[in-house]
């Protein structure tokens, strides 16, 4: 059976076989970690493949500019540190009994793969420019969290790779 999330105007749909799960929406990231150190992010999706924990962070600037001033490397970044504490707390603590199982099972995986989710216009304009550059988030990327993942990704729906067990189309309406 597959798994369909929806982040923003874009529908994830995990292959059979994959467990997906909206952690930023999980009830112990909410109402119990969110306020851990003054405040923590979370990134969008955790996926579990076989021996891997993918950790997917959904942007959408196709319609509307990118406003927050810190770089979006830096940003997801934080957000996947974040996440990765938020999980080994689930692991003990969460009340939610399949939250606590989902994030033990994550955190058992042998392998971290870290995905950036990016859609801008197809073709930019004046009026709809690119918010950012892909390859300079990836450099970001790769610098910040080469401990966690060497080889993080920034893919859109229509440069998606074959290792990763989904796929994205976009919502109307």
Known sequence: ????????????????????????????????????CGGTKAVDFVCLDGEQLWLIEVKDYRRHRRTKLIELGDEVASKVRDTLAGLV??????????ERRLARH????????????????????RLFPRAVDPDDVLLKLKQRLKAIDS????????TLTAEMPWSVAGVTG
């Open 1 to 36: 059976m597959t798994t369909t999330l929806i982040e923003q105007q874009l529908a994830f749909t995990f292959a059979e076989g994959v467990e997906a799960s909206q952690y930023d929406d999980w009830v112990f990231y909410r109402s119990q970690f969110n306020a851990v």
């Open 106 to 125: 994550a955190v058992s995986r042998l392998r971290l793969r870290i995905v950036l989710h990016l859609e801008q216009p197809r073709h930019p304009s």
């Open 89 to 98: 707390a689930a692991s003990c603590n969460a009340n939610e009994t399949e």
């Open 151 to 158: 080889h993080p990704k920034v893919v859109s729906q229509y």
